[in-house]
């Protein structure tokens, strides 16, 4: 890491750059909209952007200082809000307190030039930082109706910000701060044209987004390299791609290639369906299914390299023309990008090229997300940050003889080693597969953390944790599991759960941060280890749920992603 290129990147000042025009209000415009702007700049320098294969923008944007958020902390109603605990109350309280007349007569003036949909975002000191990239802790508000007035604008703007601002003293963002020791944060707003296109004079949303990064820090396979670089990537708006849902999983170097394998009922069953966009005539965020919205494919010239058709009786992936000319076909549309390397090869090459750029002009592995119109050969990129990688680099070995071996995994393996953890969690996937209601679940984890009275253990489970989708794992959140030193997830196909290279999503965000090592097993494949006897039978107490169970004992657990290998031993 380029210690001298990095303090450049986290000191660039818009401001002193030439987009003063472009700030409204006092302070710091905080870390998601200083790289944007540098980038910005960069760009119009030509020193990035070139020789790509596609051309690549940052959407309009402006931001507001953090002064404003400053001046209405310290009014009298949100200081006692605040000094009270209640976020509800805090929530009410910035709605009650009555914002500058500069800060609306700025906000007509700057909308004027931002068309279409716009979406405002958080852009705290905090945020982006080297380390903690605060991501799914504060919010972000996309405002569809494109046709009001820029003085209608900028009152919908205005209560968007007295969300955001009131968001700093959410429990969740309280507790990530606490937990690291941040401290306080201070918080500027950032305001931006959404990035797509409009479909058929209603709908609106770009062909693709997804996250991009400079290293790949869990790979899959042995073939790959963390410097290759890796592609998150969905149909529609990103955010289905930051939750543990679907996306396709692109290695930059060889994107053919599928951490899923190449089976078609797998490919199919982890492909995409539902993806996110903007009803213009409703001034709505909604989603859809493709197999619901097929004609939603003829926006888009490129469909045939992002759909295929999955033929249930012959257990196969169809190109989408087949589709179309097999009217009696029976199975669905799944977004699988099956194509899209061979028909957009040059887009892999841009992106690595361009992720290499961000490294060398900023010094550290970098990550971005970005929107791309394929059939265009257009990118915007809306959003760039600093990409933390931990333990990565550090040698683990992995002892022998050090106890009974009970889980052990061969890919997708981070990095580190933990011992002598007094707790395993471990939740049952029969048991989890059968429950009625599987949120509960999550919750009743929760109740067990706290049962154990801050001891660190280590938890296992089906599928995904973290997932949005019950059926794809437990959809814990973050905080339910903290104190949790080691994470194991069960790839069992037969019934349905399996593990996701999850970069890119604010889950395993947090447990990068954390330090939470990180390995999945597939159970029943060569070098993966899932010692179910064990499990069976070593004493255990059953947690608040009968599918959970909480073991005793010493735990240790040895990672090493050079060798992208892990075991976690029961000693003792």
């Known amino acids: 890491m380029d210690e001298e290129r990095v303090g450049e990147f986290f000191r660039f000042d818009p401001r002193k750059e030439g987009f003063s025009h472009l700030v409204l209000g006092e302070g710091s415009v905080g870390g998601k909209a200083r790289p944007l702007f540098l980038v910005r700049r960069l760009l119009e320098e030509g020193a990035l952007g070139r020789g790509l294969g596609f051309s690549v923008s940052v959407p309009r944007l402006f931001a507001v200082g953090c002064g404003l958020f400053e001046e209405l902390k310290s009014h009298p109603r949100v200081r006692e809000a605040a000094s009270g605990g209640d976020y509800y109350e805090v929530e009410r309280a910035f709605e009650a307190v009555e914002f500058p007349t500069w800060f609306r007569e700025g906000l007509v003036k700057l909308l004027k030039d931002l068309k279409g949909p716009i979406v405002v975002r958080s852009s705290s000191l905090l945020e982006d930082s080297l380390k903690h990239s605060f991501a799914g802790k504060y919010m972000s508000v996309f405002l569809a109706d494109s046709f009001a007035s820029p003085e209608e604008r900028a009152m919908a703007v205005e209560r968007c910000a007295r969300r955001i601002y009131a968001r700093v003293y959410n429990p969740v963002a309280r507790t990530y701060r606490e937990r690291h020791g941040l401290g306080e944060d201070s918080m500027a707003i950032l305001v931006m044209e959404a990035s797509g296109r409009t479909r058929g004079d209603r709908y609106f949303y770009p062909t693709t987004a997804g996250v991009a990064f400079s290293r790949a820090f869990r790979l899959w396979s042995r073939r790959l390299r963390s410097e290759d670089g890796l592609l998150r990537m969905v149909f529609g708006f990103g955010t289905r791609g930051t939750s543990r849902w679907y996306a396709r999983i692109f290695s930059l170097t060889d994107p053919f290639a599928r951490p899923e394998g190449n089976l078609p009922e797998l490919i199919a069953k982890y492909s995409q369906e539902t993806f996110d966009a903007v009803d213009l005539k409703e001034g709505c965020f909604c989603s859809f299914n493709i197999n619901q919205v097929p004609h939603f494919l003829g926006y888009h010239r490129c469909a045939p390299s992002l759909v295929s058709f999955y033929d249930v009786f012959e257990r196969e992936l169809l190109p989408y023309g087949r589709f179309v000319e097999g009217k009696d076909l029976c199975g669905k549309l799944v977004f699988s990008f ?159 759960f399996w593990p996701e290279l999850s970069y890119g999503t604010h889950f395993f965000g947090d447990l990068e941060v954390d330090g939470v090592l990180y390995m999945p097993v597939f159970v029943g494949e060569k070098g993966n280890l899932f010692d179910e006897e064990w499990f069976r039978s070593y004493p255990c107490r059953l947690g608040p749920m009968s599918c959970i169970r909480i073991y005793r004992g010493k735990f240790s657990a040895f990672f090493s992603s050079e060798r992208n290998e892990g075991v976690v031993f029961q000693e003792g």
């Not at 060398?360 to 915007?380: I, K, Q, S, T």
């Not at 395993?424 to 919750?443: H, N, Q």
Request: proline share 8%; glycine share 12%.
């Open 338 to 496: 099956r194509d899209f390397p061979r028909t957009h090869g040059r887009f892999f090459d841009g992106m690595r090229a361009l992720l290499r750029s961000f490294e060398e002009l900023f010094g550290m592995p970098v990550d971005c997300e970005f929107a791309y119109e394929p059939d265009e050969d257009a990118l915007d990129l809306v959003q760039v940050r600093s990409l933390w990688s931990g333990s990565y680099g550090q040698r683990v070995e992995i002892p022998q003889g050090r106890g009974r071996a009970i889980l052990r995994g061969d890919r997708m393996v981070s990095n580190g080693a933990v011992e002598e953890v007094p707790y395993l969690v471990f939740v049952d996937p029969e048991g989890y597969a059968e429950a009625e209601d599987k949120p509960s679940v999550a919750r009743a984890l929760a109740q067990v953390r706290d049962s154990l009275g801050g001891a660190p253990f280590v938890l296992v489970g089906p599928g995904r944790w973290g997932s949005t989708n019950p059926e794809l794992g437990v959809p814990v959140r973050y905080n339910e599991i903290a104190g949790c030193v080691c994470l194991v997830e069960l790839g069992i196909p037969r019934k349905g």
